[in-house]
């Protein structure tokens, strides 16, 4: 069945380092992924995403890898800030005719960034 | 408006009362997404709509949980006769097209005692 989990349930990284999250999902079948950020009290807030025809792509410091060959998910920041300090959450798109409206959760990763 | 909107933010109620949770999407977008999130849990999906079309309900943890949007923009979620277990975060979001980036709102916090 379709699952998406994460191997790390918190981080705690200094700030300026880089951080890296990571996410296992367990359908091969698998074609869209997204990372969401979540701060306290708020919505998920959309980060990246990325197709499967893709194995990396960039945006403002932030950098999502996918390894396809082994069902895992991948999400960089560079130079950890304070502001980055949030629950991470990787997600997959249901296919519905190129709906990406059924997203499936992992759990999250809770970013600690010490000053 | 300038995000989704969703009311009430907290909702307190007695087991076995209906309850109507509302959400206003970003003005233009064409779909809606309802998701409940448990506590340090992901969002579970539950139902969408594209304009006024409810394109998908499989979500829908039963019978007693219902959507509309009947005119392709406000939605409103139903639960009928409240359980406990149905007390979660509750959270609306939109995309400009069907597989456009989702924006969430802030949620609807139903408490069922």
């Known amino acids: 069945g379709e699952s998406v989990g994460l191997h790390l349930p918190t981080l705690s990284v200094q700030e300026g380092d880089n951080s890296i999250i990571n996410c296992a999902y367990s359908?091969?079948?698998?074609?869209?992924f997204i990372w969401y950020k979540q701060e306290s009290g708020k919505g998920p807030q959309f980060i990246i995403d990325?197709?499967?025809?893709?194995d990396k792509r960039q945006g403002q410091r932030v950098t999502v890898l996918l390894n396809k060959t082994v069902k895992h998910l991948s999400l960089q920041i560079a130079a950890t800030q304070p502001g980055d300090s949030a629950v991470y959450f990787c997600?997959?798109?249901?296919?519905?005719?190129?709906?990406?409206?059924?997203?499936?959760f992992g759990k999250g990763t809770k970013l600690s960034v010490k000053p | 408006g300038a995000g989704v909107s969703q009311s009430p933010r907290y909702k307190v109620t007695k087991r076995g009362q209906d309850v109507a949770l509302r959400c206003d999407p970003i003005?233009?977008?064409?779909?809606l997404y309802w998701y409940r999130q448990a506590l340090g849990q992901g969002p579970e999906f539950l139902t969408y709509?594209?304009?006024?079309?409810?394109?998908?309900k499989s979500g829908l943890p039963n019978d007693r949980f219902s959507a509309e949007r009947p005119e392709g923009s406000i939605s409103t979620l139903t639960i009928q006769r409240t359980e406990q277990r149905d007390s979660a975060m509750y959270r609306c979001?939109?995309?400009?097209?069907?597989?456009?980036?989702?924006?969430f709102g802030e949620g609807s916090r139903l408490t069922v005692l």
């Open positions: 003005s233009g977008h064409v779909s």
């Open positions: 990325i197709r499967s025809n893709m």
């Open positions: 979001a939109s995309s400009y097209s069907a597989s456009g980036e989702l924006f």
């Open positions: 709509f594209n304009y006024e079309a409810q394109q998908d």
């Open positions: 359908n091969s079948a698998s074609d869209y």
């Open positions: 997600a997959h798109g249901g296919n519905y005719g190129g709906s990406q409206g059924n997203l499936i």
